[in-house]
C-alpha cells in the first residue's frame, strides 16, 4: 500500500513534442504529490506539486493532472527540450516521509 | 530560496576509514533532515530521518553503527560512514523540510559522490 508505481521506465520525446510520464499509488492518505528532476550526479530538483484539491496544476510548460478517484497522477512536459533530458521521480506522501516512485528517464531529441 | 548544500561533493577512501559528509540549509532553517542513498539507475532510498536535538530514526535495514547521523543544528546535519567498505560505495543526498515554508516540500542537496577503494 505505499508503493507508487512509475511508467514508463524510459522515454525518448522529439523536441517540441510533449512528454507524458504517470504515477499510480495506493494509499488514500497521501496528500501531497510532488515531481522533481534530477540531472546525471546532482540532487533532485522540486519541478511542480500537487494536493488532491485540485485536478490539475501548471508551471510554465509542466503540467501536473490528478485523478483521485484513479488514485493517479501525471507529469506532462509540453514543447519538450533537449535540455529537459533528466530522469523525473514522482513522489507521495501523507506525512513528511516521502515514498518515490522508480523513476523515468526522459531524453529529448534535438 | 531553501537551498541546501553538501560537502564533499566527491570523496574517495580507502576501505576501513570513516568519512563524514555534511549537510546544510542556507537560507531556512531545517527541523528535519533526511538522508538518502541512491545506486546507479535507481529510485532515492530513504536511510534516515533526523530531527535536531535528537536521535536519528533509521529505516528497516540500515545499520545505525555503520551510518551515524547527528543534526547538530537547525541548519547542519552530518553523516558519517564509519569504516567503510567497497559496497558503501554510493551517492549519497540529503533533504530537508522548512520550517517556515510548504510543510511537505523537500529541498535536496547536490549529493555526494562517495568512492571506497
Known amino acids: 500500500q505505499q508503493q507508487v508505481k512509475q511508467s514508463p521506465q524510459s522515454l525518448i520525446v522529439q523536441k517540441g513534442g510533449i512528454s507524458i510520464i504517470n504515477c499510480a499509488y495506493e494509499?488514500?492518505?497521501?496528500?501531497?504529490f510532488p515531481w522533481y528532476q534530477q540531472f546525471p550526479g546532482k540532487g533532485p530538483a522540486l519541478l511542480i506539486a500537487i494536493r488532491p484539491d485540485v485536478s490539475e496544476k501548471k508551471e510554465g510548460r509542466f503540467t501536473i493532472s490528478f485523478n483521485k478517484s484513479a488514485k493517479q497522477f501525471s507529469l506532462h512536459i509540453m514543447d519538450s527540450q533537449p535540455g529537459d533530458s533528466a530522469t523525473y521521480f514522482c513522489a507521495a506522501t501523507g506525512t513528511y516521509k516521502y515514498i518515490f516512485g522508480t523513476g523515468t528517464r526522459l531524453k529529448v531529441l534535438a | 530560496g531553501a537551498v541546501v548544500s553538501q560537502h564533499p561533493s566527491r570523496v574517495i577512501c580507502k576501505s576501513g576509514t570513516s568519512v563524514k559528509i555534511e549537510c546544510r540549509s542556507l537560507d531556512f532553517q531545517a527541523t528535519t533532515m533526511f538522508w538518502y542513498r541512491q545506486f546507479p539507475k535507481q529510485s532515492l532510498m530513504l536511510m534516515a530521518t533526523?530531527?535536531?536535538?535528537?536521535?536519528?530514526?533509521?529505516e528497516q535495514g540500515v545499520e545505525k553503527d555503520k551510518f551515524l547521523i547527528n543534526h547538530a543544528s537547525l541548519t547542519l546535519s552530518t553523516l558519517t560512514v564509519t569504516s567503510a567498505h567497497p559496497e558503501d560505495s554510493s551517492f549519497y543526498i540529503c533533504s530537508a523540510i522548512t520550517s517556515g515554508g510548504a510543510a511537505d516540500t523537500q529541498y535536496f542537496g547536490p549529493g555526494t559522490r562517495l568512492t571506497v577503494l
Open positions: 533526523s530531527n535536531e536535538g535528537s536521535k536519528a530514526t533509521y
Open positions: 494509499n488514500t492518505a497521501f496528500d501531497y
